[in-house]
């Protein structure tokens, strides 16, 4: 698990403007972290507010979400994505 999270770091670190991989990494946080692990990854997302990623960008640009906070965008962006089983 602890790979996981170095990857999704480097990811971050790469990119801090890609939504997509906030809420990539969050849903991971969901399915294996704790409470503070998915607080830690909320605050980070909330401090960078990306702007970018294919569906970041598709779902914070929607009429019905242009009043939703960044760690509203990732949370509903979260439950959307599909991890492969």
Same mark, same amino acid.
């Given at each position: 698990?602890?790979?996981?999270r170095e990857w999704f770091a480097r990811? &971050?670190?790469?990119?801090?403007?890609?939504?997509?991989?906030?809420?990539?990494?969050?849903?991971?946080?969901?399915?294996?972290? @704790? *409470?503070?692990?998915?607080?830690? /990854?909320?605050?980070?997302?909330?401090?960078v507010e990306p702007r970018h990623g294919?569906?970041?960008?598709?779902?914070s640009k929607d009429v019905a979400n242009?009043?939703?906070?960044?760690?509203? &965008?990732?949370?509903?962006?979260? @439950?959307? &994505? /599909? &991890? *492969?089983?």
């Amino acid at each position: 698990m602890e790979r996981a999270r170095e990857w999704f770091a480097r990811a &971050i670190n790469i990119d801090l403007d890609n939504g997509d991989a906030f809420a990539t990494w969050y849903k991971f946080e969901l399915s294996h972290g @704790t *409470p503070e692990e998915q607080e830690r /990854v909320l605050k980070k997302c909330t401090d960078v507010e990306p702007r970018h990623g294919e569906k970041w960008a598709e779902m914070s640009k929607d009429v019905a979400n242009w009043k939703k906070r960044p760690e509203e &965008i990732l949370k509903q962006l979260a @439950t959307q &994505i /599909v &991890i *492969p089983t």
